[in-house]
């Protein structure tokens, strides 16, 4: 028994000994597994501790940059060009369409003629020119002008000697002592002479020739042509020198502070149409202007091609601006539907979603810079170049919207957002 018990603790020794014995190749093979996975999780370690800087870096950026914001100096706004108007309602929508032109009633509007043949001496005016009722235009020499004064002054001073020989002839009629032939002649005689004169007398103060004066003697070489109504030069057809002929047009001058509408409505549209109805129209030197206007009278004749009548509509024109042949599209307002509107310029679009840039009121931005926010908007009637919105309701009403450069801004954002992307 005892020398079992000794072979059995030396097999247990050789074996503890050949486990531990292993070849050297084996030993840095098992070193290198070690390092490798000790490296293996210090890098899992130094990995999941980027990740985590990388998002409290995100997280910081999107703390600084605020989505759906643009920040301009005011010089930059200068630069683009922005403008901002406050948002305002107008009538859009449930109106009759309508075209037409901008016109001058006849009697605000005057061609010029001469009454008589003559050269053209002086010329007061050019086209543009404002000229008031009666001033001279023109005017014109002729022979033919002078011998009208002489011949005045010839009938004129022989009314006198005739109307003294008639009275004269009366008397001596009414005593017996005339006979009555000679009182016929001589009464015949002056009531001819006084009808020459007075004709002569007419024809001169036509031709703006002062009769009496030249009853006194005065013989004018020249004649004026004056203006008939105030308003403005439009055009001069005569040059120093021209003979012009009797109802020959030298000028043509209009009051275009009359001037009014002239629209056409449509058969289908006629019965909505009654006086008093007020016009929003546009032209096209003032597109992103809304001009008003109310109905005057309506035509009672169709036209054939197109199959329309005529509507007058009376407008303020006092500044001249507005001139005649100017091509108008309006809308005869037939309802009294109102909403806040903006122009189409201000809408910005992605996809299916429409915006606009409001100005942003924030106490906490710097001096000289401002801040423009996008608000989602969706949009409704399109009319006259401007477009119905409905903003969200929470948002006040007194906002400022930019009404030009909205795309600009739009781009500046877009460009700020993958700058902070990158």
């Known amino acids: 028994m005892k020398n079992i018990a000794i072979v059995s603790v030396a097999l247990m020794t050789f074996f503890m000994v050949g486990c531990n014995d292993k070849p050297d190749s084996e030993l840095g093979h098992n070193e290198e597994n070690t390092t490798t996975e000790k490296m293996e999780g210090e890098g899992d370690a130094h990995g999941e501790h980027n990740e985590e800087e990388e998002e409290e870096e995100d997280g910081h950026n999107e703390e600084e940059g605020e989505e759906g914001v643009v920040m301009l100096t005011n010089d930059q706004i200068e630069t683009v060009g922005l403008e901002t108007k406050l948002l305002e309602k107008r009538n859009l929508g449930n ?7 901008l016109e001058l009633f006849p009697q605000d509007k005057a061609n010029i003629s001469p009454f008589m043949g003559g050269n053209v001496r002086s010329i007061k005016v050019i086209e543009g020119d404002k000229v008031r009722k009666g001033e001279v235009l023109a005017y014109l020499e002729h022979p033919d002008i002078i ?3 002489q011949e005045y002054q ?8 005739l109307k003294q020989d008639f009275e004269r002839k009366k008397i001596l009629f009414d005593k017996g002592v005339s006979s ?3 009182f016929q002649m001589a009464q015949s005689k002056f009531r001819s002479t006084t009808s020459s004169v007075n004709g002569l007398r007419s024809k001169l103060r036509l031709l703006g020739i002062n009769a009496s004066k030249v009853e006194q003697g005065e013989i004018y070489s020249a004649i004026p042509i004056t203006t008939p109504i105030s308003g403005y030069v439009d055009e001069v057809m005569v040059s120093l020198g021209d003979y012009v002929a009797p109802q020959s047009k030298m000028f043509a001058v209009s009051d275009n502070s009359k001037i009014h509408l002239d629209l056409k409505v449509y058969e289908k549209d006629i019965p909505k149409v009654k006086e008093g109805q007020k016009i929003i129209f546009t032209v096209a030197s003032k597109p992103n202007e809304l001009l008003t206007a109310e109905v005057h009278s309506i035509g009672k004749t169709f036209e054939e091609d197109p199959k ?3 509507v007058h509509a009376d407008i303020d024109n006092k500044n001249g601006e507005l001139l005649p042949g100017m091509y108008v599209e309006g809308r005869i307002a037939e309802g009294q539907k109102s909403g806040y509107a903006v122009p189409e310029e201000a809408i910005v679009k992605e996809g299916e979603q429409s915006y606009i840039f409001i100005v942003d009121e924030d106490e906490e931005t710097e001096e000289n810079t401002v801040k423009f926010r996008r608000i989602p908007v969706s949009t409704g009637v399109n009319d006259l170049g401007f477009v119905e919105i409905n903003i969200p309701s929470e948002m006040a009403k007194n906002i400022m919207v930019v009404t030009v450069g909205a795309y600009t801004l739009s781009s500046e954002m877009v460009k700020g957002e993958l700058e902070h992307g990158h």
Request: glycine share 8%; aromatic share 4%; proline share 0%.
């Open 180 to 182: 009555g032939k000679e």
């Open 308 to 310: 329309a009548l005529h």
């Open 154 to 161: 010839e009938k004129n001073d022989e009314l006198v000697f």
């Open 147 to 149: 011998s009208m004064q």
């Open 95 to 101: 109106n009759i369409k309508v075209t037409g032109r």
